[in-house]
């Protein structure tokens, strides 16, 4: 059984930090690339980082690109998401995911999510 448990969520003002993490289980972690989605109220799903299975290659969406930054610990089974400087439009929920093979800005399966919220 697949299982993605997001963690390290919270309420931070903007310009503060947050770091995000993933407990998998369930799977062979180090064989798989993964991703960090994020949904904010009212808006569809945006696709914000991935990482492949060994770590050396990452990818960003332009909106947090130089602010976050996504990695992993495979003897750990643990994803990681670093958010810093952030803003009010980060305000969402943030779901570590296993991407799409053929897409990586599609995801096969996420976890339940962490509530982010960015407010003065």
């Known amino acids: 059984e697949v299982q993605l448990v997001e963690s390290g969520g919270g309420l931070v003002q903007p310009g503060g930090s947050l770091r995000l993490s993933c407990a998998a289980s369930?799977?062979?972690?180090?064989?798989?690339?993964m991703s960090w989605v994020r949904q904010a109220p009212g808006k569809g799903p945006q696709w914000v980082s991935f990482i492949n299975s060994g770590g050396g290659s990452t990818y960003y969406a332009d909106s947090v690109k130089g602010r976050f930054t996504i990695s992993r610990d495979n003897d750990k089974n643990t994803l990681y998401l670093q958010m810093n400087s952030l803003k009010p439009e980060d305000t969402a929920v943030y779901y570590c995911?296993?991407?799409?093979?053929?897409?990586?800005?599609?995801?096969?399966?996420w976890g339940q999510g962490a509530q982010v919220t960015v407010s003065s």
């Open positions: 995911a296993i991407p799409s093979r053929s897409d990586y800005h599609l995801s096969h399966y």
């Open positions: 369930g799977f062979t972690f180090g064989s798989y690339d």
